[in-house]
């Protein structure tokens, strides 16, 4: 299972950049798929996570900015980000909760990261 996360990048504060996450290799199902955030210095951190019902969960600072959806047919997970502010700059990570088989548990993955840098 891979995940291959994009669309990270410069960016003002107060501007807007777009994340995309999807996965691929050989699985039967995604439960939960993921972004989290590690600013340097910091622990690695959740920034929002969305079931394959599609029910969203934000972490209190990107709440009301930050909007995640999903594509299951295309295995993909996105991060809308507006109204960036300079501590939102950190490596943003895909997660994703896959099971491989039927007969195997849900086990995370995780993509290689894309960096967010935004100026202030």
């Known amino acids: 299972v891979q995940l291959q996360a994009s669309g990270g990048g410069l960016v003002q504060a107060g501007g807007s950049l777009r994340l995309s996450c999807v996965a691929s290799?050989?699985?039967?199902?995604?439960?939960?798929m993921g972004w989290y955030r590690q600013a340097p210095g910091n622990q690695r951190e959740l920034v929002a996570t969305?079931?394959?019902?599609?029910?969203?969960n934000y972490a209190a600072p990107v709440k009301g900015r930050f909007t995640i959806s999903e594509d299951n047919a295309k295995k993909a997970a996105y991060l809308q980000m507006n109204s960036l502010k300079s501590e939102d700059t950190a490596v943003y990570y895909c997660?994703?909760?896959?099971?491989?088989?039927?007969?195997?548990?849900?086990?995370?993955?995780w993509g290689q990261g894309t960096l967010v840098t935004v100026s202030s």
């Open positions: 290799g050989s699985f039967v199902s995604i439960n939960v």
């Open positions: 997660n994703a909760y896959v099971k491989r088989t039927w007969a195997t548990p849900y086990e995370a993955y």
């Open positions: 969305i079931t394959r019902t599609g029910s969203a």
